[in-house]
Every structure is written in structure tokens, then in C-alpha cells.
């Protein structure tokens, strides 16, 4: 096949997932690749048993799993057959390079994403790497050595990466969830809001947030005497409990969501976010222009989420806050910020200068580009 140049069709292969932080800016870069070479083929691969095997075949594209699984702490059990999986892996790996033959590899992090580019690499095939995070993990370093781009999403990248093969280009986004405008009337009626009162919307991530929660639940009864209204994304696991705290409280002004999928409309009514400081989850914050209170996961590998949240904190454009002490700060943070107007308005103002547009397109433009070089 070939495109309306007459060019061959490009043969995309894009690895990575685990999350939807790194699933749906995969997603992103292949829909933004898809407007300017609509010929173009693509294959996505990841971590089976993932949320990417679910995920990227409902956004219409090919998925190929690897039995790649990440470190497990505490379980030296669970462990054991760790390389075993990463041999089987690699092995996988290079046969799906041999029989899709891409010309370009693109790794968006996850578990899937290490063996995958590192066959790339070795059977000569360009790769990009687009690191989400202000401070990268090993695997990323490592593979930068033979990578022939790195797209990053914050300055000052190349105390990581060598400075010729760093691109500035934001992290990218879903476009449908950081556009607001004329929103906020479809989003009071979706989540049951009244207008003249505060609003505060809660995200613990697509796999929710146990830290986050225990702080909203020890919160709720201070919360309702101020008249706060929440929306609650708990994730799966604290759902059950959440629903119970919320009922004992009668707390009618709080909703309880498992999963929300309609983003957009809880940005677009919340005043103030709490969320995780994952980097699709600090780039959305950014574009939508939303004060935030970050409290970043204390497990995530290399500390990245708090690197993250100081690109921010640094900057006066968002509050951080330690998991650690979410039970007993969360609460009267949230109230304290919530109605203080000029406070709200010093982050909304900082947090604005943060957010890059157009990511996935310019991103595109590298994977062509190399694709085409």
C-alpha cells in the first residue's frame, strides 16, 4: 500500500501501558500519526493482562501482548518467575519486530515498552522514546544510548538524555478531556451539581488511589459542614467503602463514582482538583488551567510522581502534599484553598504558563520523520 504521495504506507509499532497514563497518550500519538498518513499501519504492544489489551483494541487498533510483568515488593514469591518472563519477553518481542517489520518503534513506558524497544534497536529498526516524567527511570537511560529521539515533556532533560536527540514537545494528551469550553452546564447535570457552591473533584488515577481515599474519608464530615460538593473517583477496591462512609454522613452533596469516564466534565465544573501527580494527570492539569493539590504515589519507581509534582510546586502552580499525610492535612487543605479566592486565583494564574499543546502532534511529526529518514 501506499499513501496519497505515492509513498509506501508506514508501519508503526508502539509499546507500552500498565496505565492509562501511559495507554492514552499512546493512543494519542497513533490517532495524531493516522491524520497525516492515513494509510499508515500500526501495532501496539504490551503487558498481557494489562489495561492495554482492553483499551487500545476499543480505540480500533492491534494489540500484542508480552508476559512481561513489573517487580513486586514484598513478595519474593510472586518474583521468582520474573526472568523467566523478562527471556520470554524479549524473545516475543523480537518476533513481533521480525514479522511486522515497522520503521519506527515508539516506547511510551510500561512494562511491555523495554523488551520491545530494546529488539528495535537491535534489529536496526529508528526508535523514539517519549519519557512522560520530569526525572526518567533506568530503562528509559538506558535505552536513550540507541534511541534516535526522545520527546519530553519538561525542560532541563538533557542532565538525562544526550542533548542532540531531546525534543521539547509537552505530553500527550487526550484532546477530548482538556477541552472545556461550554461544558460546565452538561457537567452540573451529570454529576447532580448546584451552581454557588465549591466544588471539589477527587482522582486517585484509572486504578484510584489508596492513599487519597483514607484522607477523603477521614474529610467528609468536615467537608459537609462547610458545604463542599465532591466528586469522588474512588477506583475499584475502595468503592464499597466509600459508598458507606458517604451514606453513615448522609453527605447527598457527595458523589461516589468508581471510574469516571467522562473526564472533561468533572474538569470542567471542579474549582479545585486533588489528584496523583502521574504525568498525564499534571499535563491535563496544566492545560485545563485547574488549582490542584497533588499528592503523589510513594511507591512509583525512582520517586518520579514527586519529581513531577516540584516541577509544579517549585512554580507556585500547585500544593503538594505527602501520601503519608493525607488523613490528617487533606482535609482542612482542601478547606482552607477551596475559599480562598486569591489563592485559587495565584494557581490558576501559575499552573497556566505549564501546559504545552499540540504534544501528539509534534511528536507525529517525529515519528514520520523518522519512519520516512
Excluded at 518481542?93 to 528495535?120: C, H, I, K, N
Excluded at 540507541?146 to 536527540?165: L, S
Excluded at 464530615?221 to 460538593?229: M, P, R, T
Aim: net charge positive.
Amino acid at each position: 500500500m501506499s499513501n496519497a504521495q505515492g509513498l509506501p504506507s508506514l508501519r508503526v509499532m508502539i509499546s507500552g501501558g500498565g496505565t492509562g497514563g501511559h495507554i492514552f497518550p499512546a493512543i494519542a500519538i497513533a490517532n495524531a500519526v493516522r491524520e497525516r498518513e492515513t494509510s499508515a499501519e500500526f501495532l501496539f504492544v504490551g503487558a498481557e493482562g494489562k489495561m492495554e489489551m482492553e483499551k487500545v483494541p476499543t480505540a480500533g487498533y492491534r494489540i500484542e501482548g508480552l508476559p512481561i510483568r513489573g517487580f513486586q515488593r514484598g513478595s519474593i514469591v510472586k518474583n521468582l518467575s520474573l526472568p523467566w518472563r523478562l527471556m520470554r519477553s524479549m524473545l516475543r518481542a523480537r518476533a513481533l519486530v521480525r514479522s511486522f517489520r515497522p520503521d519506527v518503534a515508539v516506547g511510551v513506558g510500561g512494562y511491555a515498552s523495554g523488551p520491545l524497544l530494546a529488539a528495535a534497536q537491535r534489529m536496526g529498526v529508528p526508535t523514539l522514546i517519549q519519557e512522560q516524567n520530569s526525572f526518567p527511570g533506568k530503562t528509559n537511560i538506558h535505552l536513550a544510548k540507541r534511541a534516535q529521539r526522545i520527546c519530553v515533556a519538561y525542560a532541563g532533560m538533557d542532565r538525562f538524555f544526550p542533548r542532540e536527540k531531546v525534543l521539547l514537545t509537552g505530553n500527550p494528551v487526550r484532546q477530548e478531556v482538556v477541552r472545556l469550553a461550554g461544558k460546565r452546564p452538561r457537567g452540573m447535570e451529570e454529576f447532580g451539581l448546584q451552581e454557588g457552591r465549591p466544588i471539589l473533584f477527587v482522582t486517585g488515577g484509572s486504578l484510584g488511589a489508596r492513599g487519597i481515599n483514607h484522607g477523603v474519608k477521614a474529610s467528609l464530615a468536615a467537608w459537609k459542614a462547610v458545604g463542599i460538593q465532591v466528586i469522588w473517583q474512588t477506583g475499584t477496591p475502595f468503592l464499597a467503602t466509600a459508598q458507606e462512609a458517604v451514606a453513615a454522613l448522609d453527605y447527598t452533596d457527595c458523589k461516589v463514582h468508581e471510574f469516571i469516564a467522562r473526564m472533561d466534565l468533572a474538569y470542567a465544573v471542579a474549582d479545585l482538583v486533588v489528584s496523583r501527580a502521574g504525568a498525564i494527570s499534571v499535563s491535563e492539569l496544566s492545560l485545563v488551567q485547574k488549582p490542584a493539590i497533588l499528592v503523589p504515589l510513594p511507591t512509583a519507581a525512582e520517586d518520579h510522581q514527586t519529581h513531577n509534582a516540584r516541577a509544579l510546586t517549585d512554580r507556585g502552580a500547585a500544593v503538594l502534599l505527602r501520601d503519608a499525610d493525607t488523613v490528617e492535612q487533606l482535609g482542612p487543605t482542601v478547606s482552607s484553598l477551596i475559599n480562598d479566592g486569591a489563592a485559587m486565583e495565584r494557581l490558576r494564574t501559575a499552573i497556566a504558563g505549564m501546559g504545552t499543546q499540540n504534544a501528539a502532534e509534534a511528536i507525529a511529526a517525529e515519528v514520520i520523520r523518522l519512519a520516512r529518514k
